[in-house]
């Protein structure tokens, strides 16, 4: 066996991850019954007559909002299981397929932290995180054990330095950097927040934050990996959220984010909590591998290589992805090829007053389409910057109307006016490119105008008059 | 974020604590001097005052807008009276003209406050605001309806316990403006007894509703004043003293969104529904493609659409500029803008809102009137209206860090 293999199937103590699961589980209880809680699932499944669909999974059915309540209590009554080890193997399973169900059926809501958590419950269906400090292993003590191969710690470790890398990796663009926006849009607007908010309007903390913001993310993974910083760090990286939950409204991203990163912790840091059971027989240093329970086999057999090969392309593809912008010309906040999926977090502050103009080529007349004859104001808004959304309700808007008209040609032109950063609005479609005429798609859309010129806006505190 | 970033940017070690001691004691320094309000060498720039803003356009806006709506109703209710004791004699008809000019002044001052629906008004689903003026919920078949109930049994009947589609002032300006004494509903659902009814006993049926109803809109409107007056509900407190202990809002900010979320009408209503709906430019319910559509009108029966969307518009440019009903100058948006320096998206919106008013006002007559011989003045009016409302759904929400209308409270990333 090779030092890469040798290390990667290494036993490494159970307890971080074991902790982990319970506070994954715990915390999506928590944020499922706030969900339903704060009237969401009307909101986001009951009242849109549209759903914006990802491209691939359009045959995804939408259920009713009555149905929704279901998905969203057997979710919340799932994560308990995950939290406590229960049925271990199979609530996870059923919640990753019911969560990810729940992303898939709009793509106005997506938001990063559900996408992490789309990927965290997926691989924990691949991980026995279940063989301590679970009903399961109390239940069935031949499941028990105190280690795990380093490679399911590695595995979550990846995941989340991915995330942070890739969020500080967005942050490198001039708009961030250079004129510190949108935080100074964003910080302007919070001079009442307690203490520190006067100084809010002022340019220099806006500039401070963002290069802080900056660093935090693309080097915290670093940080977090050294032992000798780690417990300073992991306490920048509590306060660092904690503020991002004070001053922004960003839902549970913070505590997934605090959670998340208890897995660059050593392995055994729970066992050092005076309320919880040391390890037994022996207790394993910190980082050092233990290999008193599960020796190292000498060679591995075609699972483990299969395991191997299947991880290293999962872990391409979590890197590849939030590239992919790359290879679209243009400037992704603009024309947002490339954003989702990318930890491109509250990067950019962007609004757009979009008006469909159908044509009936048999007649010449035209009318024009709000959004709001198909959308609500949240979906409307999420739209109103995302061009592939707008093509999609676009060709909505065709089907409708020919359906409407009985049928005839119809042609669907989008004045998509937006305001990126505090810019001024600028076109983001060309408004004579007949959309009708454009299918949806992963290609670049040449329906798409380029970003306008030119700074954004820098925002001054002045006396008022 | 500030102690662990200190550190960083000082090029302190990561792993050596003792820059992000030294920065903890920093952030302390600062939170202190902020806190205890030291001044230092150069003079710091004072933000925007919100709260100033706000209890501008309470005090000197909302409030103002909402006595006077009072007042004509309290007009209005006596001259509805006046017009049923004249029913059947030669005063008549001056004393209906007298009645639908109240009505008209009273209107006037209410599509001021169709701007500025926030608060009390808006509370409940805009409960308040729905019993005073609910188009475009309004049904004439289902005044129709209450007019003989109440005919059926007058001393039964309560208005205070119907729908707000019967009440209000849209119900009253069916009931003193249409001409038809046949009614609107279709064969099936009209009232029992209304076709035995003579002329003269319908004008009287009707004329004992809409004295109910202006009546109970006289008390709807003085439920706005008092909710907002300082002397009883003083939701005004409330709305100038957001982000303190006492109030509602947890911040100005919010009650600025509140304002804000509040002109969005004039992209919801006055752009989509009071002129491309009428106009043909957007979809509407009469048939066929790009067809004018009189029956989409506001105050259709009343001709008062134009005027509707002129002090609509009226509205919107005090709150913008921030110059009260009665010149009463303050803070407004506008002021907000330069405070941020967008001294340009500021001089494009406050010529953009003059450009609309000059439209609206320029549209010849009425508007049923316009939507036949001139069709362009309506169209000219909604192009110069959304060259407003693109500029509020963008720019201006962006540089004042605002949301649209209901989406605060969902999460984002």
Redesign the interface.
């Known amino acids: 066996m090779t030092p890469l293999f040798a290390s990667l199937f290494a036993a490494r103590d159970i307890a971080s991850l074991a902790v982990f699961r319970i506070l994954f589980g715990t915390l999506m209880f928590v944020s499922t019954v706030r969900f339903v809680q ?1 009237g ?1 699932i009307d ?1 986001f499944y009951g009242e849109p007559v549209f759903f914006f669909k990802y491209w691939g999974f359009a045959w995804v059915p939408t259920l009713p909002a009555a149905a929704m309540y279901a998905v969203y209590g057997v979710l919340a009554v799932l994560s308990l299981a995950i939290a406590a080890g229960l049925f271990y193997r199979v609530s996870i399973v059923l919640f990753a397929l019911g969560f990810t169900y729940t992303q898939l059926l709009d793509v106005t809501n997506y ?3 559900y996408y992490l958590i789309v990927l965290l419950s997926w691989l924990m269906c691949f991980m026995p995180l279940h063989r301590a400090w679970s009903v399961d292993a109390a239940r069935k003590p031949a499941i028990r054990a105190s280690t795990l191969p380093a490679y399911h710690l590695y595995l979550v470790r990846f995941q989340i330095g991915v995330v942070y890398c890739f969020a500080g990796l967005a942050k490198l663009n001039t708009d961030w950097l250079i004129h510190a926006q ?1 935080l100074n ?2 910080l ?5 927040t307690p ?2 908010g ?2 809010f ?2 340019l220099w903390m806006a500039y ?2 963002s ?3 900056f ?2 993310d693309s ?1 915290i993974v ?2 977090l990996s ?1 032992r ?2 780690r417990p ?2 992991y ?2 990286v509590v ?2 959220h904690l ?2 939950d004070v001053l ?6 913070p505590y997934i984010m605090m959670l998340s990163a208890t897995v660059f912790l050593a392995p055994d840091w729970p066992r050092r909590l005076p309320f919880l059971p040391t390890r037994s027989p022996s207790r394993p240093r910190h980082d050092q591998p233990v290999t008193d329970s599960e020796p190292i086999a000498s060679s591995i057999c075609w699972r483990q290589k299969v395991g191997l090969i299947a991880l290293l392309v999962y872990c391409a593809i979590q890197i590849a992805v939030p590239l992919r912008h790359y290879a679209y010309p243009g400037d992704v906040l603009w024309n947002e090829e490339g954003m989702r999926f990318a930890w491109k ?2 990067l950019r ?5 979009v ?1 469909f103009r159908v044509r ?1 080529p048999d ?1 010449g ?6 959004p ?2 198909y959308l ?3 979906q ?2 999420e739209m ?1 910057g995302q061009p592939d959304l707008i093509l999609q309700l676009a060709h909505h808007i065709a089907r409708d109307i020919r359906k ?2 009985g049928g005839g040609d119809v042609e669907v032109r989008a004045e998509a ?9 600028a076109l983001m479609i060309d408004p004579e490119r007949d959309l009708t005429q454009v299918a949806d798609g992963l290609a670049h859309g040449d329906w798409i105008l380029p970003a306008p010129p030119g700074p954004p ?9 | 974020m500030v102690t662990g970033i200190r550190s960083r940017l000082a090029g302190g070690p990561p792993s050596d604590p003792g820059p992000v001691r030294s920065s903890m004691w920093g952030l302390v320094a600062v939170v202190a001097a902020v806190a205890c309000g030291s001044s230092t060498e150069k003079p710091q720039p004072v933000a925007f005052d919100r709260p100033a803003m706000l209890k501008h356009i309470g005090e000197n806006m909302v409030l103002p807008i909402y006595r006077s709506v009072h007042t004509n109703a309290g007009e209005l209710s006596s001259k509805v009276d006046d017009y049923c004791t004249a029913l059947g004699t030669a005063g008549q008809q001056d004393a209906l003209d007298a009645a639908r000019d109240a009505w008209r002044a009273t209107m006037a001052q209410w599509q001021l406050a169709e701007m500025m629906l926030f608060g009390p008004v808006a509370m409940d689903g805009k409960a308040l605001r729905d019993r005073i003026y609910s188009w475009d919920l309004v049904s004439s078949c289902a005044v129709d309806q209450d007019v003989m109930r109440k005919h059926d049994d007058p001393t039964g009947y309560d208005i205070t316990g119907r729908l707000s589609n019967v009440r209000g002032l849209d119900a009253l300006e069916y009931l003193l403006f249409a001409t038809s004494l046949d009614g609107e509903c279709a064969v099936n659902n009209k009232p029992p007894g209304w076709d035995g009814l003579s002329d003269p006993e319908r004008r009287q049926a009707r004329c004992a509703f809409a004295r109910d109803a202006a009546s109970d809109l006289s008390t709807q409107t003085k439920s706005a004043v008092d909710a907002w007056a300082s002397e009883s509900g003083n939701y005004l407190a409330d709305f100038a003293g957001a982000g303190q202990s006492a109030s509602s809002f947890d911040s100005a900010q919010d009650a600025v969104n509140a304002v804000s979320d509040a002109m969005f009408y004039l992209d919801s209503q006055v752009k989509d529904m009071k002129l491309a709906e009428p106009a043909g430019i957007a979809m509407n319910r009469c048939a066929g493609v790009g067809t004018v559509c009189p029956d989409e009108l506001e105050s259709r029966y009343a001709g008062h659409s134009r005027e509707n969307i002129v002090a609509n518009l009226r509205a919107f440019g005090m709150l913008f500029t921030g110059n009260g009903p009665d010149s009463l100058d303050g803070l407004g948006f506008e002021d907000f803008l330069r405070a941020a320096s967008a001294d340009s998206l500021a001089d494009n919106m406050g010529a953009a809102i003059t450009a609309a008013v000059t439209a609206a006002e320029a549209i010849p007559g009425s508007m049923a009137g316009a939507l036949n011989t001139d069709i362009d003045a309506v169209v000219a009016t909604h192009t110069a209206v959304k060259r407003i409302t693109d500029d509020l759904k963008t720019q201006f929400l962006t540089v004042l860090g605002l949301d649209i209308p209901d989406d605060a409270a969902a999460d984002n990333d």
């Open positions: 704060s969401w909101r938001l990063n932290h949108p849009i964003w302007s607007a919070r001079v009442e203490l520190i006067p100084l309007d002022e401070l934050m290069w802080a913001g660093l935090f080097t670093l940080w050294w000798r910083t300073y760090a306490a920048v306060t660092f503020m991002t922004f409204n960003i839902g549970m991203f977090v509250m502050e962007k609004h757009g007053s008006t009936f007649t007349k035209e009318l024009q389409v709000s709001r004859h609500d104001t949240r409307e808004r109103g409407r008209v006016l937006v305001s990126l950063n505090g810019r001024p609005a806006i820098q925002l001054h505190a002045r006396t008022g008059p």
